[in-house]
């Protein structure tokens, strides 16, 4: 899976979940991303590979995001 892939995979549940993605820091190699719910409370928040993506900085990104998401949400 590539990061153009996780990134609309967020922005759609995003959405589906009444959250506001926010991107924060920047890097090469990931992003850091804040997730608020509609009261403008920070509901999340993850690091998001941007490249090498790799099976463990996934499976640590849907770790973080699932109690959001729902388990397997990343599939």
């Not at 967020?10 to 820091?25: K, N, Q, T, V």
């Not at 992003?31 to 099976?55: F, H, K, M, S, W």
Request: no cysteine; charged share 30%; proline share 5%.
């Amino acid at each position: 899976m590539a990061y153009p892939q996780i990134r609309d995979r967020i922005y759609s549940l995003a959405r589906e979940h009444g959250l506001r993605p926010d991107w924060r820091e920047t890097t090469r190699s990931a992003r850091l991303l804040l997730l608020y719910n509609r009261d403008q409370v920070e509901a999340g928040r993850a690091i998001v590979p941007v490249q090498p993506v790799t099976v463990r900085a996934l499976t640590e990104l849907e770790r973080a995001l699932e109690h959001l998401f729902g388990k397997d949400w990343l599939l």
